[in-house]
């Protein structure tokens, strides 16, 4: 999540929708909501390495995956929001468990020089 290189949300590999590289220092509002699909939407933030601390654990075996509709959403205004450091807690990692999803993902984020 720290730069999103090998993303392009159409203006480009690791660029915001105005052009500019990104790199997000500090989450500020975190959502994921299951658009469609049969199957359930996990998150499972320390299977990779290097995981955002802060990322919630939603699995089917905990009865907490996310069905059709369902959102999850974190959100930390105040000076110090959730955290992303290049190369040590910058991933996470998001599942499909019986069935293709979709899903939408938004970040809010902010980024304090380079």
Known sequence: MYDLVGENIGAGDGRDALGQL???????????????GAGRLELMP???TNYC???PTLT???GN????????MLVQPKASALPVVD???????????????????WLVSRHYGT
Request: aromatic share 6%; net charge positive.
């Open 87 to 105: 190369a040590s807690s910058h991933q996470m990692r998001l599942g499909a468990v019986g069935g293709a999803v979709t899903y939408d993902l």
């Open 60 to 62: 089917v075996a905990d």
């Open 46 to 48: 320390t299977n990779p």
């Open 22 to 36: 990104m790199v997000q220092k500090q989450v500020v509002v975190f959502i994921v909501e299951k658009t469609g």
């Open 65 to 72: 995956a996310l069905k059709t509709g369902g959102m999850a």
């Open 53 to 55: 601390t802060w990322v």
